[in-house]
């Protein structure tokens, strides 16, 4: 047995996200469809149930596992999620598209935003909310709250 280089596996960063789910076998093969995702591994419990798997979509890496009767609970089973990820791509017009197209229900449709990202928002078909974004403009502290300020102001005038 080879003894680790490094503390931190090659590819992974600091922190990596660990999602529940009720079916992960279908939300790998979502991922791979809807966000280009490549399945790096998967353990199978005597059950069926999978007990690990890891998933990288673009350079970043997630873990996936199925519920456990012991274990935590997917956001469907728990009526929601306060996590949601948030996905950096090089067109993400497209990604979003794609998303929806295979499933995904849209939260806020792909728009240029004050902070300089083009982004836009959905849940996918397991109960996980997803940002997707294009970085467009490299801005100061002080231009994205101009442009914030700017922002609210247009809003607070089309609702009052």
């Keep these: 047995m080879a003894k680790a ?8 960063s600091t922190v990596t996200p660990v999602l529940t789910l009720e079916d992960t076998r279908k939300a790998i093969d979502w991922y791979k469809k809807a966000l280009n995702a490549e399945e790096l591994s998967t353990s199978v419990g005597p059950d069926g149930k999978i007990l690990h798997a890891a998933i990288r979509i673009g350079s970043s890496h997630l873990m996936l596992h199925d519920e456990m009767k012991d274990g935590g609970k997917g956001p469907r089973t728990l009526g929601g999620s306060p996590v949601e990820l948030w996905l950096y791509v090089e ?11 295979a499933g995904a229900v849209a939260k806020a449709p792909v728009s240029d935003q004050f902070w ?3 982004w836009g928002g959905f849940t996918d078909p397991f109960g996980l909310g997803w940002s997707v974004a294009t970085h467009k403009e490299d801005l100061t502290k002080e231009e994205i709250e101009s442009r914030q300020t700017e922002f609210f102001a247009e809003m607070a005038g089309k609702t009052g």
């Design 5 to 12: 280089t490094s503390p931190i596996p090659k590819g992974y």
């Design 91 to 101: 067109d993400c017009d497209a990604v979003f598209k794609r998303a929806i197209d």
């Design 116 to 118: 300089g990202d083009r």
